[in-house]
């Protein structure tokens, strides 16, 4: 039982997820998202974040752990769970045929909600989503950016505390995405807790408060968005000395200098500050460094797989590199 005097918009706790084809697309994932929250999970394709969002509303069936929304066990409790949850798949899912409104009305009447609230609800919808002058229009005509708006508005007609969005900006322009960056806070900054998957490092940095990193089913990383950022902010190195090191290492502004054994040392700087200062300090404390190399920093080799961008934390930051 969650004990919190407010319980968690979303609670995870060990979701594993065996596909019949033996693929291991979950393998112990667990996470909190607090009420009003912004949250990403970030991760490359394949990472399971689909898999997870299927789980959550009730499309895919989990192998083991447990779900609450709202303290609402979503197995136990399926009906109740999926009411206080608005899902926005990652594939156009609506028909191409029908109009705004209908879509709207229709997908209301489909969670029993009455015929004249829901068309009061379709227009607050389609006019904050900026698609009222389109109510009538056959949706095939719209833009892309428009259809992605109609998913949203569609999923905000049950009034959701919990809104889902499964990469809501894949394939679509920088305009159109910055375009659903301001609908998406919009809805955020009116009570509604919204957790999204994406691949952009950027995306979650623009929207999100907390996130979670997701890589081959496992969580590798959860925190604050500053935490992450500033973790991806500092390089490591590995320093091979000649002689055996003085027990006192001497001090380098900046940066962070460990002996992990006699002859090598363990440095960490940020990435903007220069190597050369690293080495003059310790070539004035007596200590000569033979061989240098990098320390592999599992974070950094997981946004190069996600975005192929070799130093995504000086882009994102504007930090030199
Ligand atoms: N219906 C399915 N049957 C078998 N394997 C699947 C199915 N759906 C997804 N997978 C596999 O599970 C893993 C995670 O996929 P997915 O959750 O879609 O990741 P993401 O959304 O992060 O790209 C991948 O290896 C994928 O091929
Ligand atoms: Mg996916």
Redesign the pocket.
Known sequence: MNQAVTPAALSVRDLRKT???G?E?LKGVSLDVVPGDFYALL?P????????IGIISSLVNKTAGEVRVFDVDIHAERSRAMRLLGLVPQELNFNMFEKPLDILVNYAGFYGIPRAEAIVRAEAELRSAQLWDKAQMMSRTLSGGMKRRLMIARAMMTRPRLLILDEPTAGVDIEIRRGMWQTLRRINASGTTIIL?THYLEEAENLCRNLAIIDHGRIVESGPMRSLLAKLDVEGFLLDVEDALPDTLPEIPGAEVRAVDAHTLDVDMPRAMDLNRVFAALDAAGIHVRSMRNKSNRLEELFVRMTGDATPAAAATGAAA
Do not use: E, H, P, Q
């Open positions: 596909y019949d084809n693929v697309a991760g394709n394949g990472a399971g974040k689909s898999t997870l998957t």
